[in-house]
């Protein structure tokens, strides 16, 4: 391992944090069969895709034995593929065409529940005395009624009473995702079987589901909960970094691996006790700050106003959290969050150079960068209009409760379509060919409308796609150590929209301009020694001082002597 010299305490070089990741998630990808389902072998057809691109890790969403409740993060069998996406041999086959290209993967890893349809649940609900009976969380009624107001995720109680032993599970999301019960060592160890037995394959490292549920505090009065909602109430439990240090001892020390955890719940403050360089525990989180801008108390359904500087200082607010001791990962959007570009950009008019904008926001901060798939070619969220173009469970589930109360189901389905998961899960826009070249059948969700415009085809042979500008930047960050391993510092101006930084050390210096707007913006006093990176603009160059155009990437560069 080699050091980065900074201003500042040095930086430890290594793989992972010079990569770029690009999740897949295999049921919107790219369907072989013609069922309608993306698979493993549709992964494979295009790893020349991801290769071309310049992707070093691929994030495969669950690709395990589930009943799909939760679309694979409600995992029935740890040890195998779900037949709609293949067989072990496809798997094998995919890995090897990963490594044979120099490219990673990371599997998903769901360890704080289990679909109710793996065995150890089913031999658990069967009898209180059953030995799996302490793999689940279960408790006994208090006062006719659950244990605590905890909420699920996906609407309702967070308990489900059992009708046979009479007593309540635990399931922070569905009721078929009931949670394991972590205090008992013997879940511990299956945990760390199954991670061994896919480490021992040769993937590369797990992207860790909900990894700060896994320890809970089950004592916290129902009015705590009132208070502070669920995401914090759930997260950081008490036992969490031992549990966390326990699975780095069994396992994760003993390969060259990447770990990256779901940070939901994690505060600035907290995560160098998750991912600091001294800790034992794990590499990166992606946290939730900027995720949750826009969402009420009541969550992604409970509008709420922000403003563009809550958005620009929650990076500069996690870069100096984590500093050197710890490691960012990047990302603007995935399965769980409407498309970037909708979201952050502007998916009318100023469509392309606001995607470009948030991919150059993606590649030039420090951290590892997450590319969801599809945004690298600027794929928007789907115009759904009724309950039938929905298929995520918490749109569903929240739709009955909707109706249950007799509430406003236009306005439900309006916000629905703005902020729900399944923008981010329609099909892969490849070509303009019926469904997008995602399935000769028909897909398990409807392609948006946009795909004759919006599609890979389009862009490939296009010098100025979005596409094409992914290929450009990720190929500049992997020349420039800078990008990867230098210091930001932040620049304040009187136009908030101006998202202005500065990356130091090594051999260079860049100064990343964005205009996170639509208007033009005043450009603030600059020298006029600093060369014009090209392959990171989204405009054709002007002089140095002039006005900054709607969304405009302006990214510069110095030598350093
Ligand atoms: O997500 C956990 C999580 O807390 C959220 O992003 C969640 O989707 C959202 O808050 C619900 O409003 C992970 C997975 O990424 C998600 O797809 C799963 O549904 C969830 O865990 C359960 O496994």
């Known amino acids: 391992m080699s050091i980065f010299h900074t201003s500042t305490p040095s930086v430890l070089k290594t793989w992972w944090k010079e990569s770029v990741i690009y999740q897949i998630y295999p049921r919107s990808f790219n369907d072989s069969d013609g069922d309608g389902v993306g698979d493993l072998r549709g992964i494979i057809q295009k790893l020349d895709y991801l290769k071309d691109l310049g992707v070093d890790i691929v994030w495969l969403s669950p690709i395990y034995k589930s009943p799909n409740d939760d679309n694979g993060y409600d995992i029935s069998d740890y040890y195998d593929i ?13 890995l090897e065409g990963l490594h044979s290209r120099g490219m990673r993967l990371l599997m998903d890893l769901v360890v704080n529940h289990t ?9 658990s609900k069967s009898a209180t005395d059953n030995p799996y009976r302490d793999y689940y969380v279960w408790k006994k009624p208090v006062n006719g009624g659950p244990p605590n107001n905890w909420r699920s995720f996906f609407s309702g109680s967070a308990w489900e009473l059992d009708e046979t032993t009479g007593e309540y599970y635990l399931h922070l999301f569905a009721k078929k995702q009931p949670d394991l019960n972590w205090e008992n060592p013997k879940v511990r160890e299956e945990v760390y079987k199954l991670m ?46 031992e549990f966390l240090r326990e699975m780095h001892e069994e396992v994760l020390r003993h390969y060259d691996i990447v770990t990256v955890g779901e940070g939901v719940g994690i505060s600035a403050e907290q995560a160098n006790d998750y991912v600091g360089s001294d800790r034992k525990e794990l590499h990166m989180i992606f946290h939730f700050d900027h995720m949750g801008l826009g969402y009420g108390p009541g969550g992604r359904m409970d509008p709420a106003d922000w403003r563009i500087e809550d958005f620009t200082t929650v990076f ?65 969220n789907s115009p759904f209009k009724q ?14 409760e909707v109706i249950e109360a007799e509430g406003d189901v236009a306005q439900f389905i309006e916000r629905a379509a703005e902020a729900g ?37 389009n862009q490939e ?25 230098g210091d930001t510092e932040y620049l304040n101006h009187s136009q908030p929209e101006l998202y202005d930084f500065i990356r130091v050390g090594g051999t260079g210096k860049f100064r990343v301009m964005l205009n996170l707007s639509s208007s033009e913006l005043q450009m603030p006093d600059i020298e006029e020694d600093w060369e014009w990176v090209a392959p990171l603009s989204n405009y054709a160059q002007v002089p140095l001082r002039s006005p900054m155009r709607p969304w405009e990437v302006r990214v510069l560069r110095k030598a350093i002597l």
């Not at 826009?429 to 019926?434: K, S």
């Not at 296009?462 to 391993?485: C, G, H, M």
């Open 115 to 123: 679909s109710d349809e793996h065995e150890w649940f089913k031999a």
């Open 387 to 400: 309950i039938a173009d929905f298929r995520d469970i918490e749109t569903l589930n929240a739709y009955k």
């Open 196 to 241: 061994r037995f896919w480490l021992d394959k040769g993937i590369d490292g797990f992207r860790m589901d909900v990894i700060p549920f896994i320890s809970k505090d089950l004592t916290y009065p129902d009015a705590d909960f009132e208070r502070h909602g669920h995401g914090e109430i759930y997260a950081n439990g008490p036992r969490v970094h």
């Open 316 to 380: 500069s607010k996690w870069d100096r959290a984590l500093g050197d001791r710890g490691w960012n990962n990047l990302y603007l959007g995935n399965h769980d969050f409407p498309r970037m570009v909708s979201r952050f950009g502007n998916d009318e008019k100023y469509w392309q150079a606001s995607a470009k904008l948030l991919a150059t926001l993606l590649l030039t901060q420090r951290g590892t960068p997450t590319i969801y798939q599809g945004d690298e070619i600027g794929m928007t």
């Open 82 to 94: 779900m037949p709609e996406f293949g067989t072990m041999a496809d798997f094998d086959e995919l």
């Open 461 to 485: 042979n296009d010098p100025d796609s979005i596409l094409n500008f992914y290929r450009k930047a990720l190929n500049y960050r992997k020349e420039q150590e800078t990008l990867v391993y």
């Open 421 to 457: 998961r399944d923008n981010a899960r329609t099909p892969i826009q490849w070509n303009a060919e019926p469904h997008g070249g995602f399935t000769e059948g028909t897909p398990w969700i409807d392609v948006t409308p946009n795909f004759g415009q919006i599609n890979v085809a």
